[in-house]
């Protein structure tokens, strides 16, 4: 079944009871004020008569007549005085007189008894209205007392609110209808729309967006899904690119490889120097290969979100082992390394992770460094975080690219970045792995000349699942 047809389905099942009640509960409301009403005027006339024969030691025909041409009972359309067994003694009817006849009425049979009787009923169109009373001599019952009131111009009342309330059920109806055939056509479009819009997109439609209008919640649900495809597009572009940077930056050495072999295999007569020298570039090659897919195995494992437990690591320690695998690097190229870190500086990670991160920053300062230049890193407390800086005074980076130097395999100077061996992806490496690690990294260009890196990484370990 279909959302319009459950709405409408729904909307018909309210209308139905709300009409129910609307035609129900008024008529009884008022036909129970009718009824005690007239239990009030009944029971009075009853009580009338009744007063205009209690004197009378016994009930005859005679003495209760002349009673009761003093008495004129109101609101009955019959009134009967009996014997104590029942016998007709003075009846008000004048077609159909039961005087000298035995009635037998429930309410009569009661009263004689020794009860007040009374009964009312709503039938074909009229109220049907009755009550009864004993006569009592000195506590004996000498007889009873009978009313009877036939009423149609309360039923006509009653019949015509009734009509009424038919006549406003329809038009309610009929408008609740129009409404709802109205506003299910709506939600139906509406839903429609989003039901397109998420059809489309799961065919790879991405370019999809729902388009609602107004202020209510599908428009909402509209938003949300339109900032969701946005991302999803934003993602489906990055790994679209991301695999086409990749393939481009796997294919370069690859080529080299490839080039370097068919030289030796074409060449019978290379010289064995040669050979030797066409062969260390394979290697260096093949150790850039290695060096590419340990980067991509990494961002991957980081966008698996597949961490180990973090720890207090102190920065000190990390820091050294850094310094020492780079310092060849930087005797090489006459680079100076200073370092400085507070006493009991810690950041709550791994110590893989912050070797990585300090590895990657102050090789990237190195590499690209002038000759005679100089790298400082340091570490210190603030508060709850630790703060690692890694500046130096190289060749700087230009303040458009600054933007965009975490993205993956972004390069300022391809040229140069390769030249150097670099993969365009250790600084991704460090953004990911701090931003994970509850921290965040940021870069900015020294006037004087070079490039300064800060990480603001935790140093107090919180609650489980926070880091």
Known sequence: MTWRLKLSASYIAILMVVMALMNTYPLLVSEDLVVRAKRTTLLGSAAAINAAVAGLDRLTGENVAEAMAAVEPEGVSRAIVTDSYGRVLYDTREVGNAQGYYLFYNELVEALQGNIAWYSVYQDGAFHSSAAQ??????????????????????????????????VSAFLALVMVVVSLIFGRQLTMRLGALQTAIRGVREGAYNQRARLSGHDEFTQIAGEFNDLVDRLQETENARRQFVSDASHELKTPLASIRLLTDS??????????????????????????????????????????????????????VLERVVRMLRPVAEEKGVAIYTHVDAGAEVVATEGELYQILYNLAENAVKYNRPGGSVRVYARGEGEATVLTVEDNGIGIPEEDLSNIFKRFYRVDKARSRAAGGTGLGLSIVSDTVSRRGGAVRAESIPAGGTRFVVTMPCIERGEGTL
């Open 134 to 167: 004993p006569v009592l001599y000195r506590n004996q019952i000498i007889g009873g007392v009978y009313v009877y009131e036939y009423d149609t111009q309360q039923a006509a009342l009653l019949r015509t609110l009734q009509n009424n309330l038919l006549l």
């Open 264 to 317: 030796i295999l074409q060449n019978q007569n290379m010289d064995n120097e040669t050979a030797r020298e066409f062969v260390s570039d394979i290697g260096q090659e093949a150790e850039r290969l290695s060096r590419i897919t340990e980067d991509l195995l990494r961002l991957t494992r980081l966008d698996s979100g597949a961490l180990e437990t973090p720890s207090c690591v102190e920065v000190a320690p």
